[in-house]
């Protein structure tokens, strides 16, 4: 097999199937998130094996769920020394990611056959071996044989994509793929296509690479897919001389960014991250990394960010080179928008204009500088909110005990204590109880809180909300009335 020409076909291809473990999380999300976040996770593997052989496609069962990649390795064994050399760089790099550590691999002539022996069990390495000294040795037709030997103690469950012919073939004493084979020398595949229809004896047919009408070897292959991993975007301008003003570094900024967004446009993509590379004449290097919290095809949003992010930038040295990187893209995401022939609709442009805004403030202040207040179901009232991304939607119709109770428009941040002195209560002016007590008596689980809740008001009108905690026998001011 080592004499195969690359541009014609190996007389036996051979194939290697891994398939990784089937927890219960990854089948939870294939079926939440109809299959995205393993069809990710895969395509990352498809990436990481492209450089042993250009021929790997992904897997997902519509009916297990089970996922992995199969791979066509026959043009990789000479470049590699041999089949067990292949598998063991293909092993040393699967052990080097930790999402792809537990698997079960099995190498057979057809991506079906190996991926129906991987689903039982990985295949023993002395079988590898021995294998491996078989494809110098044998001919097609005996290390096709070798295969099949492989493959008949496999049970019927195992043809998981044909569950009611399975049933069906059990019911009839068939037990193990050796009793469909046999049945295949006798009769041939016309014999299951009459019975169970062409779907299933096609796909027996293309297992065992056999043809349809005898048990032969068949007479054209099918075309090996090629898998083609996405390239991150790079380019590079040059100055006409190093510039360290940003008023100077606004047009070659621009040009780049339209360079990306064409890109984007004619491969249908998306981006929320670019790195600029600011590199001096001695090779002096500066990473800016530019976020966006929604993705982004056009450059404008792009482009007012990186000049916020520059503007705080101290040039350490004139820019002679500028590199524009996009790592990461994602397929566009299509949005509705209703028509408005009267052209009275602002949401479109609210729309815009807010993400605009959001981003310059982030890029400005910092991550932390914009939120939302949401509500939060708890009695204590300190505990009743919290702060979530100003993304997320926020709770905000209160519970019908919350509005009907008395409660401040204005809470402060931490309860704050209130003096008892011989004329009465204090805080920053003597204090009138007006309405209560209220109790609130909850977290029992945790820490208990007792408290009674009244409304005060102080020497100056002012309104307060004003609590005796039970426990410590103190009290405290925790909102103000409007």
């Not at 190996?10 to 199937?17: D, G, S, V």
């Not at 097609?140 to 069906?168: D, K, N």
């Not at 790592?327 to 028509?339: D, E, G, H, I, M």
Request: aromatic share 10%.
């Amino acid at each position: 097999m080592g004499s195969n020409s690359v541009l014609s076909p190996p007389a036996l291809r051979l194939w290697l199937a891994i398939q990784l473990s089937n927890d219960t999380d990854n089948c939870q999300a294939a079926k939440l998130h109809g299959s995205k976040t393993i069809e990710n996770k895969l395509i990352q593997l498809c990436e990481l094996l492209y450089q042993f052989t250009p021929h790997v496609q992904l897997f997902i069962s519509e009916f297990t769920h089970a996922h992995g990649v199969q791979l066509e390795i026959s043009r990789s064994l000479t470049l590699f020394g041999g089949l067990t050399s292949l598998l063991d760089a293909i092993k040393l790099q699967l052990h080097s990611e930790d999402a792809y550590r537990n698997y079960r691999y099995a190498v057979a002539h057809t991506a079906q056959a190996a991926w129906l022996l991987c689903g039982s069990a990985t295949q023993p390495d002395t079988f590898i071996q021995s294998l491996d000294q078989q494809l110098k040795q044998y001919a097609p037709a005996q290390l096709r044989s070798v295969f099949h030997a492989q493959l008949q103690p496999l049970p019927l469950t195992c043809l998981e994509e044909f569950p009611r012919i399975v049933i069906a073939l059990q019911q009839t004493g068939f037990v193990s793929l050796g009793d469909i084979m046999q049945q295949l020398n006798t009769s041939g595949l016309r014999s299951l296509t009459k019975r169970f229809g062409h779907a299933f004896s096609q796909y027996l047919g293309d297992m065992l690479d056999i043809s349809h009408d005898m048990q032969q070897p068949g007479l054209f292959s099918a075309p090996v897919p090629m898998f083609h991993p996405e390239l991150p975007f790079i380019e590079r301008i040059e100055m006409e001389f190093p510039v360290a003003q940003l008023d100077l570094l606004q047009p070659p900024l621009s040009l780049l960014l339209q360079k990306l967004s064409d890109h984007l446009q004619r491969r249908q993509q998306q981006c929320q991250m670019i790195e600029w590379q600011l590199i001096s004449i001695y090779h002096e290097r500066e990473l800016i990394r530019v976020y966006c919290d929604t993705p982004q095809q056009q450059g404008h949003l792009l482009l007012e960010l990186s000049l916020i992010q520059l503007e705080q930038y101290e040039f350490r040295f004139a820019v002679d080179q500028l590199e524009l990187h996009c790592p990461f893209s994602s397929p566009l995401q299509t949005q509705n928008y209703q028509l408005d022939f009267s052209q009275q609709s602002h949401n479109y442009k609210t729309t815009q204009d807010f993400t605009l805004t959001t981003a310059k403030l982030k890029a400005r202040l910092g991550e932390s500088a914009i939120y939302k207040i949401s509500y939060r179901d708890d009695h204590l009232p300190e505990r009743s909110n919290h702060v979530i991304s100003y993304q997320k939607a926020a709770w905000q119709v209160l519970p019908d005990m919350q509005q009907q109770a008395l409660r401040p428009k204005w809470l402060l941040a931490a309860p704050q204590i209130v003096d008892q002195t011989p004329a009465g209560l204090h805080w920053r002016g003597l204090l009138q109880l007006l309405a209560g007590p209220e109790r609130i008596h909850t977290h029992w689980w945790d820490t208990p809180s007792a408290r009674d809740y009244f409304m005060a008001q102080r020497q100056d009108g002012l309104r307060l909300w004003i609590f005796k905690d039970l426990h410590q026998q103190r009290w405290f001011v925790q909102g103000v009335f409007c």
